[in-house]
């Protein structure tokens, strides 16, 4: 038998704590967001298909993304029990300047298509976090305007080679003048990877207004609003283009660079000088011969080459050949803190954030990649607490099992 009373109001008030109302509409959707993949369905809902696509999207088949985050999901972390994690230190030197997270935002072209704040917003966001913003050539924000955006920040400029090398330094200088310490040079986009669905959305940069784009914009006003009441969308360190993305591309970018232009551009920058997208040991180790200060293992978020190597899969072996003499870097499908974790586990030095930031900027501005920042600042010291670790320096391989999906066969 149960012994039953009537509600005894007293009782029930510390039961009955209501919520109070906002009328902040963005803050209340990026604080329900608890995931990178919470914000993706956001920045979804809000931005227009051909632009979400541009960044949702890869090469071809969209193979090597979906082997990259697949790399990250077949991790098996490997837990110490009964250690002290009530302090976890999530920050350390890389490249010579201590950041406070693992990560740092990569660069990005077309970035204020997605969203109108653009550059500013991420370079501002990255500063405040104590971390590294990257800035693309395919920029929409100039050099100056990112320094300016975070003056306190703390900078890195990426360069494509251009056909044109007088236009390629002008740019180089123009990122030493602004306090750019760094300089990432890209290598893996001799020629434009075929990605299809920017082909298949007739993508062009400005996008154009056609019926199709018209009638996709209509539950996303907001997207238009800004992009029709802002400064009209450029490249900042480009002329205007009113072509697609890969004709661009491919009118623009250099297929005839070697080790001898790369050994050149390490004499004309007076930083750092950063590799990405370096896909095989051996590259690795030329590079390092170099003297190149680190290397990025990426396949460019799977945009260029589908089926290219898997940047996780390739991080113990380059870190065992190279990683005495140079830092190893790393990107393509990171979409948790976990993710990071792991990377460093497996001896990357930092790693690099594009559509998990993108996602945060097109779900709600700078505010909504101040969120995805917390939401991977969060994860990693969650995971470092759940690991049994204190600081990044005491993440092992042991920490870490790949579970194997992908084999590759023995060559005979």
């Known amino acids: 038998m149960v012994d039953r009373r009537l509600p005894n109001l007293h009782d029930l008030a510390p039961l009955m704590q209501f919520k109070k109302p906002t009328f902040d509409l963005k803050a209340k959707r990026l604080r329900e967001a608890l995931t990178i993949e919470d914000l993706r369905r956001i920045a979804k809902r809000r931005t227009p298909t051909a632009a979400f696509d541009y960044t949702d999207g890869s090469a071809e088949a969209e193979i090597s993304l979906r082997r990259a985050r697949q790399a990250f999901r077949d991790v098996q972390f490997n837990p110490a029990i009964l250690h002290d994690v009530a302090t976890?230190?999530?920050?350390?030197?890389?490249?010579?300047?201590?950041?406070?997270?693992?990560?740092?935002?990569?660069?990005?072209?077309?970035?204020?298509?997605?969203?109108?704040?653009?550059?500013?917003?991420?370079?501002?966001?990255?500063?405040?976090?104590?971390?590294?913003?990257?800035?693309?050539?395919?920029?929409?924000?100039?050099?100056?305007?990112?320094?300016?955006?975070?003056?306190?920040?703390?900078?890195?400029?990426?360069?494509?080679?251009?056909?044109?090398?007088?236009?390629?330094?002008?740019?180089?200088?123009?990122?030493?003048?602004?306090?750019?310490?760094?300089l990432l040079v890209t290598v893996d986009v001799p020629v434009a990877g075929a990605r299809l669905r920017d082909s298949r959305n007739g993508m062009t940069i400005p996008p154009s207004?056609?019926?199709?784009?018209i009638v996709d914009a209509l539950p996303r006003p907001w997207w238009w609003i800004d992009f029709l009441t802002t400064e009209p969308l450029a490249f900042a360190s480009l002329d205007r283009w009113s072509g697609t993305v890969a004709e661009l591309l491919n009118t623009m970018f250099d297929p005839t660079v070697t080790y001898d232009d790369l050994a050149w551009i390490k004499s004309q920058w007076p930083g750092k000088l950063v590799v990405k997208g370096v896909q095989t040991v051996?590259?690795?180790?030329?590079?390092?011969?170099?003297?190149?200060?680190?290397?990025?293992?990426?396949n460019h978020g799977g945009r260029q080459l589908d089926r290219a190597p898997i940047p996780f899969h390739l991080l113990p072996d380059v870190v065992k050949e190279v990683g005495a003499d140079t830092?190893?870097?790393?990107?393509?499908?990171?979409?948790?803190?976990?993710?990071?974790?792991?990377?460093?586990?497996?001896?990357?030095?930092?790693?690099?954030?594009?559509?998990?930031?993108?996602?945060?900027?097109?779900?709600?501005?700078?505010?909504?990649?101040?969120r995805a920042i917390e939401i991977l600042s969060v994860e990693i010291a969650r995971t470092m607490r759940l690991l049994g670790v204190n600081s990044l320096e005491e993440l092992e391989p042991r920490h870490v099992t790949q579970l194997e999906r992908l084999v590759p066969r023995a060559r005979s």
Do not use: C
């Not at 550059?119 to 501002?124: L, S, T």
């Not at 051996?282 to 990426?298: H, K, N, P, Y």
């Open 209 to 213: 207004l056609t019926p199709r784009t």
């Open 327 to 370: 830092e190893v870097h790393l990107d393509t499908g990171i979409m948790s803190g976990a993710d990071i974790v792991a990377a460093v586990a497996l001896g990357a030095r930092f790693t690099l954030i594009g559509r998990a930031y993108l996602y945060g900027l097109m779900a709600g501005g700078r505010e909504g990649v101040d």
């Open 282 to 298: 051996e590259d690795a180790r030329r590079v390092t011969d170099l003297g190149v200060d680190a290397l990025i293992l990426s």
């Open 88 to 182: 976890v230190d999530t920050g350390w030197d890389v490249l010579g300047k201590r950041v406070e997270q693992p990560f740092g935002i990569a660069p990005t072209g077309f970035t204020r298509m997605m969203q109108t704040e653009g550059e500013k917003a991420g370079a501002a966001a990255a500063a405040a976090a104590g971390i590294p913003f990257s800035l693309s050539t395919m920029g929409t924000a100039s050099v100056e305007d990112v320094a300016e955006a975070a003056p306190g920040g703390r900078n890195w400029f990426q360069l494509y080679m251009w056909k044109d090398r007088d236009r390629s330094m002008a740019l180089v200088d123009r990122a030493a003048a602004a306090g750019f310490d760094t």
